[in-house]
């Protein structure tokens, strides 16, 4: 315990010594999402000697960890306890870290289910740009009240503060698990299907249409996802797909739409395309009808629609999903031009009252602005 503390006030040392000297300070856990913003800025603090489980209570569905902890090493001590995160979060890569999937704020394929990472999220710790130890929340959802600064932290990229600790609610592994495959459906078929499903009592977890096949995940009850099945795979076949009830090679293609290592994900169709997430309404129409011709890999039952263009299409696709209610965001940049195809913006403009909240919570946290500059 003291070795660990002595770690943090390390970092809290560099971190007045770096607000003083007005010297950039990038976070990083594993760095396996280094990619993944406007730019890298600053001296690395690495967050990784700060490790460990402080506490897991299976019972009360709660743990809290140290930032640097290697996120599966995590994931392993949930399963042996029937347990898990239930917001599927990518890692890309093996040094993946807690820290790092908080401040990032992403979540795989159940996210439309269950929630993102902020919904998990109960208490947080974190040092401030004045290199404070502050801590919010607790490991009841009863301990949040007013501001929740606790959520706040989740996919702020660490402009906010030094994720050092967090508490995070975990869900028990459901019951059962089945997986359908529906070929030979369009788009607009499939979301017009995924629609009909989410008005109706079906343990529908996830969701992913690519290549004219709609692949659903239920996860629940034995008794709920059996008669799931056979409602879903009727419903299917009235629209003329063929319907697979896949085995256990579904649990790995999950995975890999987490992790986007699936052949959509794996290479881009040409050398100057990025990839693009396009965040919009459920409800949305179907891409072509919104003049987006690019092929597409769509996720969360219609809300997530990831796509590869050129980053000279960036006006275009922000125009369009802002006038559903959505945003686009460069989610990868094209090995053709790297790091320039970012001039067009990772991230879409926030509105001006939006952006004005943003920017004071940066000097309220930040006020030297020394944390991960430029980043968002």
């Known amino acids: 315990m003291i070795a660990m503390q002595a770690i943090l006030d390390d970092f809290a040392q560099r971190i007045r010594d770096a607000a003083h000297t007005q010297t950039p300070l990038r976070f990083r856990g594993g760095g396996s999402k280094d990619f993944y913003g406007q730019s890298l800025q600053g001296d690395v603090l690495d967050t990784r000697a700060y490790s460990g489980v402080i506490s897991y209570e299976p019972s009360e569905l709660v743990i809290t960890v140290r930032a640097g902890t290697r996120l599966a090493e995590v994931e392993q001590l949930l399963a042996q306890q029937g347990q898990c995160f239930a917001f599927d979060p990518p890692h890309f890569g093996a040094q993946a870290t807690v820290g790092g999937m908080v401040a990032a704020g992403l979540a795989g394929p159940a996210r439309a289910s269950v929630g993102t990472v902020r919904d998990f999220v109960l208490g947080i710790r974190v040092l401030n740009g004045q290199g404070e130890d502050l801590t919010f929340g607790g490991q009841v959802m009863k ?135 396009l965040s919009v309404p459920q409800t949305t129409p179907d891409l ?64 001006a009252v939006q952006q004005r909240i943003q920017t004071q919570l940066k000097k309220q946290f930040d006020p030297a602005g020394v944390f991960n500059p430029g980043r968002v």
């Open 288 to 351: 072509a009808s919104l003049g987006i011709s690019e092929a597409s890999y769509i996720e969360w039952h219609g809300a997530q629609r990831w796509i590869w263009a050129p980053a000279a299409r960036a006006e275009f696709l922000r125009q369009i999903t802002r006038q559903v209610g959505g945003h686009a965001t460069l989610f990868k940049t094209s090995a053709l031009h790297g790091g320039a195809d970012k001039s067009v913006g990772v991230f879409s403009p926030l509105e």
């Open 143 to 277: 301990n949040v009240a007013g501001y929740d600064v606790s959520r706040l932290m989740a996919g702020s990229l660490g402009q906010l503060a030094l994720i050092t600790e967090v508490s995070l609610k975990v869900l028990p592994l459901a019951p059962s698990e089945a997986t359908l495959a529906c070929a030979g459906m369009t788009q607009a078929v499939a979301l017009a299907l995924l629609h009909r499903w989410g008005a109706q009592p079906l343990p529908l977890n996830a969701s992913a249409w690519v290549q004219d096949t709609l692949y659903i995940r239920l996860r629940g009850a034995i008794a709920a996802v059996a008669s799931a099945i056979q409602k879903m795979t009727d419903d299917a076949k009235t629209l003329g797909a063929s319907v697979t009830h896949m085995g256990d090679e579904a649990i790995a293609d999950w995975q890999a739409s987490a992790e986007q290592t699936l052949p959509f994900f794996a290479q881009a169709p040409s050398a100057d395309a990025c990839l693009w997430r």
